[in-house]
């Protein structure tokens, strides 16, 4: 059984930084690819970032790029997201989610995830 939960989340102003983790168990996260997405409302769900479980390899979303970073905290068993310059764009229930596969930003690909953290950039 795979678990996902993500934590972290909160209103923070404009510019400033936050970090959303994505605990889980040691063997899902040598396993499993681990995918963080956001949906904000009204939208459909998108890919920000995504690590690969067998060889750490990263991808971002264009607008993930230059201000976000995925790391995985092998001390924690957690995937990070630290999400820096925010912007109210930003907003968005964020989400992680586990595939047996290579990492992508196609949430169909992903079969398990979390319970989701609300971000929300705000003055």
């Known amino acids: 059984q795979v678990q996902l939960v993500e934590s972290g989340g909160g209103l923070v102003e404009p510019g400033r930084s936050l970090k959303l983790s994505c605990a889980a168990s040691?063997?899902?996260?040598?396993?499993?690819?681990i995918g963080w997405f956001r949906q904000a409302p009204g939208k459909e769900r998108e890919g920000v970032a995504c690590?690969?479980?067998?060889?750490?390899?990263?991808y971002y979303a264009d607008s993930a790029k230059g201000r976000f970073t995925i790391s995985r905290d092998n001390v924690e068993n957690a995937v990070n997201l630290q999400m820096d310059r925010l912007k109210p764009e930003d907003t968005a229930v964020y989400y992680c989610?586990?595939?047996?596969?290579?990492?992508?930003?196609?949430?169909?690909?992903?079969?398990?995830w979390g319970q989701g953290t609300q971000v929300t950039v705000s003055s």
């Open positions: 040691k063997s899902t996260l040598d396993y499993y690819a």
């Open positions: 690590i690969n479980g067998f060889d750490g390899k990263i």
């Open positions: 989610a586990a595939q047996d596969g290579r990492a992508t930003m196609n949430l169909d690909d992903y079969e398990f």
